[in-house]
């Protein structure tokens, strides 16, 4: 696995690698929560195999990663569009880097691979609306056959974005064409600041 891998060329404005670029230089981080989401912290003590793929686009400062290789998981990538944030993550993983954990600065759009898993926290609520459905595609190119996209979405509006908001209804209709919805309900376990507004989701491509 390499240190890091780079990406070229522009994206809508949400995406853009100078606006997320600058919130990092400013530590203008608002979303992180300093540690894994407890919804996704149980999801991954349910995982029994440690060989399997996993990606985490739009991984901040990785902490749901972290979590993984602190519970002996063996192929990790992450993948961010901040430079400033890939190069902190290699710092701050460098005994992983090239072993358990892949860093990718880039646009998760072009992003080339199979994983059998891939875990969804705070990434859906950053891109533009208009973006949803290249998401829910790419996401089903990225996936292996029997693969997993699990993780959390805002069952909220918010006044200014990003964050973008939605609702269950929504994110059915969305997902439904290339996905089996194994389950999306409320989470149980959500941070405070976010309880009663978190769906946890886990879906699975359709055969």
């Not at 780079?6 to 981080?29: H, S, V």
């Not at 919804?39 to 990606?55: E, F, G, R, V």
């Not at 089903?140 to 056959?145: E, H, N, S, V």
């Not at 997993?148 to 918010?158: C, H, Q």
Request: charged share 25%; aromatic share 12%.
């Amino acid at each position: 696995m390499s240190d890091i891998k780079c990406t070229n060329g522009e994206t809508p404005m949400q995406l853009d690698a100078t606006f997320w670029d600058e919130l990092w230089k400013n530590k203008i981080t608002g979303w992180d929560l300093k540690k894994v989401s407890p919804p996704i912290q149980s999801y991954i003590d349910a995982m029994t195999c440690k060989n399997k793929a996993i990606l985490i686009p739009g991984c901040g400062n990785a902490y749901e990663a972290a979590y993984l290789l602190e519970q002996g998981f063996k192929n990790v990538t992450v993948i961010d569009i901040s430079a400033t944030l890939a190069q902190q993550l290699i710092a701050r993983f460098a005994t992983h880097i090239g072993k358990e954990l892949t860093v990718i600065c880039g646009d998760f759009f072009k992003h080339s691979g199979q994983y059998d898993f891939i875990l969804e926290q705070t990434f859906f609520c950053a891109i533009d609306r208009n973006r949803r459905a290249a998401y829910a595609e790419k996401m089903a190119t990225l996936l292996k056959p029997n693969g997993k996209l699990a993780g959390l979405l805002f069952d909220r509006e918010f006044e200014v974005s990003p964050p973008h908001g939605g609702n269950q209804k929504e994110y059915e209709t969305l997902f439904s064409e290339k996905f089996d919805i194994e389950q999306m309900v409320p989470a149980n376990n959500s941070v405070t600041p976010r309880k009663g507004t978190e769906l946890f989701f886990e879906l699975s491509l359709k055969k």
